[in-house]
């Protein structure tokens, strides 16, 4: 799997996997629960996982809908 998206926007995390899965393409978000321990403050960001063979379109996506992938 690879690294898609990393934030602490809980909103942003919400349409990009709303996005993602209205594409059929399968994702795994990491780090919910260390974002709960940190009182829930936002400091430490979540990640979204796709697998290698989803990156690319997955990558279109969060582009065509303005999603800042920070690369």
């Known amino acids: ?38 009182g829930s403050l936002g400091i430490l960001p979540r990640r979204i996982m796709v697998r290698d063979k989803d990156l690319f379109m997955a990558r279109v996506v969060m582009r065509d809908n303005e999603i800042d992938l920070g690369q």
């Open 1 to 38: 799997m690879k690294e898609l998206l990393r934030t602490n926007d809980p909103t942003v995390i919400a349409f990009a996997t709303a996005l993602l899965k209205g594409e059929g393409i399968d994702w795994f978000e990491l780090d919910v629960n260390m974002s709960i321990l940190d």
